[in-house]
């Protein structure tokens, strides 16, 4: 049976592509199943019909004339975005070291735990492996929980009141489906790395940009203000 209902939609893939292809039609994205459909029956029938549904592309026809303007922006990088800019570099491609207590733009890893009634949750949800940064977290009264805590320390707090409800940012830290958000969790700061920025420019400046070939931070900034030219 998975040898003929892998056939049948190698035969069904085929055919759409090839229907597409021939008819020279500008589509977006894929072709979906139509919802509602009849079930195929598998053993009992020999003739299957699938009904999909494509998106086309609009027709664009844009013609520009001497009379158009189109604004061009030019943005100044200033000494202190450059900097900005700069320490993010390096504290991307530095080295980190472990510590004793969270600061605001440390690496938190944790083992996340759901909570009932001030317990784990049976059969709720466990991440080994979530990871933050305070400096992230738009709440600053979860935020103050994390920084100054200590390596290990057990925190309770809300990821949805963190995060403010934002759903990107909630699936990816609590690594479950957006429906399957929970209100409340238990965060075991098992780890706290920080980023080290503070190693010598000679050695992350090579690291992390064989193509600008620079060694000292000087050259850095003047390549990054050149490049926003």
Known sequence: MAVKLDEINRLAGRQIY?????????????????EGQNVADLEG????????EVALAPELNIKLTKEDKIPYLKIEATDEMVSAHIEQMLAQHGSRQDVDTVEDNDLVRGILTELADGQPKEGGV?????????????????????????????????????YE?????????LNVEKDAVPTLRRCTVSAS??????????QNLTKHSSQ?????????????HYANR
């Open 18 to 34: 090839d229907y597409i292809n021939d008819n020279k039609l500008r589509v977006l994205g894929e072709p979906l199943p139509v």
């Open 45 to 52: 029938d020999k003739d299957f019909e699938f009904t999909f």
């Open 126 to 162: 466990v991440n080994e492996n979530a990871m933050l940064l305070p400096l992230y977290i738009k709440n600053e009264e979860v935020r103050a929980q994390f920084v100054g805590a200590a390596k290990n320390a057990v925190i309770v707090f809300e990821p949805f009141k963190a």
């Open 165 to 173: 409800g934002n759903g990107a940012e909630l699936v990816s830290f």
């Open 193 to 202: 790395k920080s980023k080290a920025s503070a190693v010598t420019y000679q």
């Open 212 to 224: 600008l070939h620079l060694a000292k931070k000087e050259k850095l900034r003047t390549k990054l």
